[in-house]
């Protein structure tokens, strides 16, 4: 099947509103098919030209798309996290290109492609007692503020995760609110986390 210049077009006038990522069913409606076999056919075109590319299973990217709203589609429950967030806070330096960090209830799920990787750590379904802290931008993406990406980041450490910087040297934890967290930090029930995360403020090891 050749490329449809009409069906080109449309995509092209679409992915600026779509912020160049794709499911399954976006495409459906655009390419008007109604089976998943139709809906192959017809993308086959698109993704020999690369002008689309699979990122994971249901979705589709663009060339220029953006990776935090991709974690987003991928996850709609999904917010924003760690050192993504602390990057833009100015609290740590930057973090691996063409990465983006997200915190879920549920599994951890890493998706990875050339064009990008987004990781979703996940808390265990208990954990959404600490779903708090996270807030929907204007964008339509969920952020978490850069307190409790801060203890995110640390919860997900003490649990073995490993980051791109050094906890303990690398956050600027001058620019974290202190009231702001110790209200947070009363919401965890575990006492050795409370140490922890004292004892990182404190600069101890």
Known sequence: MKLDPKIFLALQSLIPKHRGVFTVSDLSNLFLAKTEVDIQQKLK?????????????GIYIAQNFDLEWLSQRICPDSAISFGSVLAKERCIGSIPQKTVYAVKVGKTRIYKSPMGQVVHLGFAAVGNQLWFGYVVAQNGIQYADAEKAFLDTLYFYQKGRKFSFNIYSDIQ????????????????????????????LNGNR
């Open 45 to 57: 075109p698109f993704l020999k030209e690369k002008i689309l590319n699979r990122f994971c299973r």
């Open 173 to 200: 934890v001058d620019r974290l609110n202190p009231k702001k967290l110790k209200k947070y930090l009363g919401r965890y029930k575990n006492p050795k986390f409370k140490t922890f995360v004292k004892g990182v």
